[in-house]
């Protein structure tokens, strides 16, 4: 993926998404329930953040050979 400037945007419908910044289109989409938000009380836009922030961290892993995992065709439970 070409580098490029990324944001964070909460929509009017609730749904968090990862985007370019020149670009309309949702890289990544997060939607957390009411009761996840209830839980989270109402810190759900920070537990966002940090996910964004994580999965773009092991993307540049994966890109830089930094990271080896093996995936198999059988359904996988993650965690």
Same mark, same amino acid.
Request: without cysteine; negative net charge; charged residues 30%.
């Given at each position: 993926?070409?580098?490029?400037? +990324? =944001?964070?945007? *909460?929509?009017?419908?609730?749904?968090?998404?990862?985007?370019?910044?020149?670009?309309?289109? %949702?890289?990544?989409? +997060? =939607?957390?329930? *009411?009761?996840?938000?209830?839980?989270?009380?109402?810190?759900?836009?920070?537990?966002?953040? %940090?996910?964004?922030? +994580?999965?773009?961290?092991?993307?540049?892993?994966?890109?830089?050979?930094?990271?080896?995992?093996?995936?198999?065709?059988?359904?996988?439970? +993650?965690?």
């Amino acid at each position: 993926m070409p580098t490029s400037f +990324l =944001e964070i945007v *909460e929509l009017p419908d609730g749904r968090i998404v990862l985007r370019r910044g020149d670009d309309e289109e %949702a890289l990544v989409t +997060l =939607e957390f329930s *009411e009761d996840a938000k209830a839980f989270l009380l109402g810190q759900h836009i920070e537990v966002a953040k %940090a996910m964004f922030n +994580l999965g773009v961290q092991m993307a540049g892993s994966m890109a830089d050979g930094d990271y080896e995992h093996e995936y198999s065709d059988e359904p996988r439970v +993650l965690h």
